[in-house]
DNA sequence: CTCTTTGCAAACGATTTGCAAAAAT
DNA sequence: ATTTTTGCAAATCGTTTGCAAAGAG
C-alpha cells in the first residue's frame, strides 16, 4: 500500500493546531538532537510515517509508507536502529521473529496483540493492561538493582483475531 | 555465533530414577503421541537436548548439542516447528530476533533476562516474576473473551547482564 | 569544511522449501 | 503398505556491510 495521500503530521489533532513545536514529529526531532544526531529528510519522513501509524510496524510496511523514493530501504534500517540506541522507538515481533518499531515519545505505550494469521497488530486498551504494566516496571527495577543496566522488555500477545475462522 | 552456557545437567540416566515413565522425556514424548506426531530418532535427541537445556536456547545450540551428525539442521527447524505447533515447546528471541525455544511441559515456566551482548539467558526468580505471570494470564484471559484464540505470548527481558570478573 | 548520513550493490545469517530416500506405524 | 519424517541442496527472506557520493551543521 503506497499512501502517498498524507500531509506532514495527521493523526492526534484535539486543540487545533495550536503550537506546532510540541507536535510529536517536533518532539521526536529533539530527540534526535540532543542525541547528537543529525536531522535529516529521510529521517524526518520516517518518523511522519512512525507517528502517523501509530503502532507497531514493520520496517517493510514503514518504507512502503513513504512516497515514491523518498528514502532507500536500507536508510529506514538504518535510521531504526540509530532511534532504537537512542530509545526513540520500541522493538518488538512479529511471530514470525519479523522485527516491529513503534514510536516512544514516553505517552501512551500501549501492549499489542498480534494475529498470527495476518499480522494485524491491535492495541489492548489500557484498563486491560494497567496490572500487567505495572508488574512489567516492577520486574524491570528488581533487574535494575541486581546490576543490569539498559533494561528493556518486549511483551507481546499473539493469537487468531476473531474475525479469521 | 555466542553463549554455549551449559550448566551442567545430568539427564541420562533416566533409567536408574524411580519410575521413569513420568521422566520429562517420556511426558513429552506423549505430548507427540497424542498429537499425532511419530516418536522418531531425531526427535528424542532434540527433545532431550531442550530439556537438558532448561532454558530458551537457539537452534544453533540445540544442533550443536546433538551428537555428531544425530541429526540435520534442517531437521532441528522442522521438529521445533511441529513442537510448537502442538505447544510443546515456547518459542522467545535473542534480542538480534533470532528464535529461541524453551521445553514446555507445563510447570516451571520461568520468565528471562537476555544479554544483549552476549545473549547469555539468565532465569528471573519466581518470586520476582510472580505478580507479573498473573498479570499476563489475566490479559490473556481478557483476550479469549474477546473472540481470541490460540493465545500465546512472548514477555522477554534484556539487559546487559553485570560484569562478573 | 568536516563529519555524518545516504544510496547502491553485494554479503550475510537465519529460516524455508523441493524432492527422493529412509523410517515409523 | 502407507504415511510421515528425514537429509541434502538450493532458494528465500529479513537484515547488515563496504564504500563513494551527497547532505547537515
Known amino acids: 500500500m503506497v499512501a502517498s495521500n498524507h500531509t506532514a503530521h495527521p493523526v492526534s489533532d484535539e486543540a487545533a493546531q495550536s503550537t506546532a513545536s510540541d507536535s510529536p514529529l517536533n518532539l521526536a526531532c529533539a530527540r534526535l538532537k540532543s542525541a547528537g544526531l543529525r536531522i535529516t529528510q529521510p529521517r524526518i519522513a520516517i518518523l511522519g510515517a512512525l507517528i502517523a501509524r501509530g503502532q507497531p510496524t ?12 523518498a528514502c532507500d530501504l536500507v536508510t529506514v534500517y538504518r535510521c531504526l536502529a540509530a532511534f532504537e540506541q537512542i530509545g526513540l522507538v520500541k522493538r518488538s515481533f512479529y511471530h514470525n521473529g519479523t522485527a516491529l518499531y513503534a ?11 498480534i494475529c498470527k494469521e495476518t499480522n494485524q497488530v491491535t492495541a489492548i486498551d489500557a484498563d486491560t493492561t494497567a496490572q500487567l504494566r505495572a508488574a ?24 487468531v483475531a476473531p474475525k479469521t475462522r
Chains 1, 2 share one sequence.
Open 136 to 159: 512489567v516496571e516492577s520486574v524491570e527495577q528488581v533487574l535494575k538493582e541486581r546490576g543490569y543496566t539498559e533494561v528493556t522488555h518486549v511483551v507481546e500477545f499473539f493469537a
Open 58 to 69: 514493520s520496517i517493510e510496511n514503514l518504507h512502503a509508507d513513504l512516497k515514491d523514493g
Open 103 to 113: 514510536i516512544n515519545l514516553g505517552a501512551s505505550n500501549a501492549y499489542h496483540v
